[in-house]
């Protein structure tokens, strides 16, 4: 496949998955604020502010609008429908790499969801949008899985969508168990939400709401596909099947960096890391990085001096 | 009680009330109430569907033009608003006999159009014998003197072209442009097939419509046939300027009803006069090329100015035979409009016929005899730059004030190799579908020709209509639109 054309699929998934994130985060929170606060009202936006535009929070943030901030601002780098256009603008680079079904669908999204002129007081009207990524976005992932080929271009939407789960699971931990500190079990709950993780969760680990518990859910637990270990065990997976596929490409600096990544979240226990949580979540983004970088550098920009020597 | 029905009391028939006669041959009636046998079925159907099925009709297809992204975008705000391809909901018909004479006519033009190409750029025996003048193909804007000399695969210098026809007032087709170089709308004839299907899937199975759904699968076999000997299963690949050019979409539809790459000129290297595509899996050996960017942008080293969008060193792997294209470089010379009116000349010399189609009468206006005629009564003229395609640097006389033709006037006198001039033609009208009636438009068509080891014609093409009433420019660029084109069977 082009390396233009991965890495405009593993784009166009990253911010897919970015509107599908801020979507639920909002969704969950949203319903969050409706309840009285035992705490505040602001320190639930707060967080998820920080869930959503890492570095781009502070405690100056203006509350009543951020719902419209992260919908709608067309200025604001994280806002869901900058991540639909974005998703989408990747797309129609490589059209004619994805099926017509996903693009028509991703297409009609962006229509829907560009086609609001939102007012920044209209909360109802902000809800409307993140309703109707909610809904799109599980399509999309059902489409994409359903018509196209597995192969190649597959795996590296697979990349893109797991890595930015991966980050976007850290952050969000992090704004819960480091940067707030009020969390009643109503937070808990908006957390769980924001990983579409509530009902899993209950069936795991019982509707008892234990940090700890939540914790080692969301982070470590293999079988939940919105949890830190999924997204890193199907990264792996997505690079492994593209290695296989490029038998002639020098894979050892990825391999060892998705190794290295695997084992920190394989081979390690909840209590060993809580007490140092932040760390952990930002050694793992840190890691992402690099992984980002060195697969940009096998697979897409290559220099020419080296496709020659294979 | 049953009582039988005055036809004009029909929902439908209302619909039709506006429909007048211009003069001009009129696709679907002989005469007022007299529609020809070929567009029965499509009357019927109109006398029976009242103007909201059809709305709704339209809007359904709008809908799903707009869904497929078939769109082209509105620059001039932040949004980038798009829009659908301005498109008329009622089919074109054209019966099995006019379509056979289309077929032979064009297949002739262009084997002769190729010919005088290969001969242009090799031996020039058509200008030493005096047929065509070295003076107006030497001076052609499109003329390549990089191609002088350079062996084409197949010796076939035009793989895919689109020429427009219309239809004069005794019915006749008469062709009134080739376009050799790049041309486009292929995609918009496929997709319209596609929705019109849905919409009309009972009038299309009775009318018995000749496929057109195997386009892609002639046009990849066709590029197939150019690839360089040796090079068994080639890697074909369509070139295009990427995804702020207006034809984009067709650029990727095809790409994936091909099942080839769609690439950019940054995705392509050229190493040792090989061209390879920088992929995951490393670099990979690109042997044919369906380039959809002009001459003068696939390659900085050759045609200076700088562009981004091609590759350089692409003409070298081209000339060494490494890497074909399709189309060849330099067919420009072929659609000049000067040379336009040569082609009857061409046929007779390299094919010794007579054209089947013919052309429109032309004058040149390098000629001071033909350039003094026209200039005194140039209101009964269109007058166009021979390099322009598009509708661009018109003059159409019936149409023009004063201040136009005197301006035009002024242009042809300055440079009188750039324009020609030919009587305006009334084209034909069909019914089409605008705001809520029935009326006639001028349309003309441009059927699709493939050339590889055979010339291919695909039956149907992509009618245009100029959408304004009245109007005689089709291009969508100036407000044109299109309908679907259906050839009957036998």
């Known amino acids: 496949m082009l390396s233009r054309v991965a890495d405009s699929l593993y784009w166009m998934s990253r911010y897919f998955e970015r509107a599908d994130n801020a979507s639920r985060v909002l969704k969950a929170t949203y319903g969050l604020i409706l309840n009285p606060a035992k705490f505040s009202t602001e320190e639930r936006w707060f967080r998820a502010v920080c869930s959503l535009a890492p570095g781009g929070a502070s405690k100056n943030v203006d509350l009543q609008r951020v719902l419209f901030s992260l919908v709608a601002d067309p200025e604001g780098t994280f806002s869901i429908v900058k991540c639909i256009s974005g998703a989408r603008e990747n797309a129609r680079q490589v059209r004619e790499e994805i099926s017509s079904e996903m693009w028509e669908h991703l297409n009609r999204l962006f229509h829907d969801v560009t086609s609001f002129t939102l007012r920044p007081d209209d909360d109802a009207g902000a809800m409307r949008v993140v309703t109707l990524v909610r809904e799109g976005s599980y399509r999309f992932t059902g489409i994409t899985g359903a018509t196209m080929n597995h192969d190649e271009a597959w795996h590296f939407i697979q990349l893109g969508k797991y890595i930015e789960r991966a980050c976007n699971l850290c952050v969000m931990l992090d704004a819960y168990f480091v940067l707030g500190k009020h969390a009643d079990d109503l937070d808990w709950v908006g957390l769980l939400s924001s990983c579409a993780a509530f009902e899993a969760y209950c069936k795991a680990c019982t509707a008892e709401l234990k940090p700890e518990r939540i914790a080692n859910f969301l982070l470590l637990k293999p079988e939940f596909p919105y949890s830190v270990r999924y997204s890193v065990d199907s990264m792996h997976e997505a690079l492994t099947a593209i290695g296989n596929l490029s038998l002639s490409r020098r894979t050892e600096n990825v391999e060892r960096l998705i190794g290295r990544l695997r084992s920190m979240v394989t081979y390690v226990q909840i209590d060993e890391i809580i007490s140092e949580l932040h760390k952990y979540l930002a050694a793992i983004i840190e890691q992402c990085r690099e992984l980002h970088a060195a697969v940009h550098e096998l697979y897409i920009e290559y220099p020419i001096e080296v496709a020659f020597q294979n | ?490």
Not at chain 2, 216 to 242: D, I, K, M, N
Not at chain 2, 250 to 258: G, N, P, S
Not at chain 2, 450 to 470: C, E, F, H, Q, S
Request: hydrophobic share 35%; proline share 6%; aromatic share 10%.
């Open chain 2, 1 to 490: 009680m049953i009582t039988e029905t005055d036809p004009s009391d029909r929902s439908g028939a209302k619909a039709l009330q506006r429909y007048d006669f211009d003069g001009a041959y009129d696709e679907m009636f002989s005469a007022l109430d007299h529609p020809r046998k070929q567009y029965r079925p499509l009357h019927n159907l109109l006398l029976n569907l009242g103007p909201d099925e059809l709305l709704r009709s339209k809007h359904e297809a709008d809908q799903s033009f707009f869904n497929q992204g078939i769109t082209f975008t509105v620059y001039g705000n932040d949004k980038g608003t798009e829009r659908i391809f301005p498109h008329d909901l009622l089919p074109r018909i054209i019966t099995a006999t006019e379509w056979e004479r289309i077929e032979r006519g064009l297949t002739q033009r262009i084997t002769a159009l190729n010919l005088f190409l290969k001969d242009v750029y090799h031996e020039a025996k058509i200008i030493e014998d005096g047929v065509v003048p070295g003076s107006i193909v030497y001076t052609c804007k499109h003329y390549r003197r990089e191609m002088r000399g350079v062996k084409v695969p197949r010796d076939v210098y035009i793989t895919v072209v689109g020429t427009d026809l219309i239809r004069n007032p005794d019915g006749n087709f008469v062709v009134l442009e080739d376009n050799l170089r790049v041309p486009s709308g292929v995609s918009y004839m496929l997709t319209s097939r596609r929705v019109m299907k849905q919409i009309f899937p009972g009038l299309f199975q009775k009318c018995r419509v000749r496929p057109i759904e195997q386009y892609s699968q002639v046009l990849l076999s066709t590029l197939r046939s150019f690839a360089p000997e040796g090079r068994s299963e080639p890697t074909v690949v369509l070139l295009t300027p990427g995804s702020y050019n207006s034809a984009y979409f067709e650029h990727t539809y095809l790409a994936r009803e091909m099942g080839i790459e769609l690439v950019e000129g940054r995705d392509l290297v050229v190493h040792d006069n090989i061209v390879y595509m920088r992929t995951t899996f490393g670099l990979q050996r690109v042997d044919v090329i369906y380039r959809r960017i002009d001459d003068d942008y696939l390659d900085p080293l050759v045609f200076e100015n700088g562009s981004t969008l091609g590759s350089p060193g692409l003409f070298n792997a081209y000339r060494a035979g490494n890497v074909a294209f399709a189309n060849a470089l330099g067919t420009g010379v072929a659609d000049d409009k000067a040379i336009y009116a040569f082609v009857p000349k061409i046929i007779r010399y390299y094919l010794d016929q007579d054209p089947i189609l013919e052309g429109v009468q032309t004058f040149l206006m390098s000629d001071p005899g033909q350039r003094d005629h026209v200039c005194q009564r140039l209101e009964e003229y269109v007058v166009k730059a021979v390099g322009e395609s598009g509708g661009y640097g018109m003059l159409i006389g019936p149409h023009s004030t004063e201040k136009e033709r005197s301006e035009f006037r002024e242009k042809i006198y300055a440079q009188p190799r750039n324009y020609i001039a030919q009587p305006t033609i009334n084209l034909s009208t069909a019914p089409c579908f605008v705001d809520g009636m029935i009326e006639p438009r001028h349309v003309d068509l441009r059927p699709y020709i493939l050339y590889g080891d055979k010339i291919t014609i695909v039956p149907g093409g992509l009618t245009r209509v100029a959408l304004r009433k009245g109007s005689l420019v089709v291009n969508s660029s100036q407000g044109g639109g299109s309908k679907d084109t259906w050839v009957l069977q036998n």
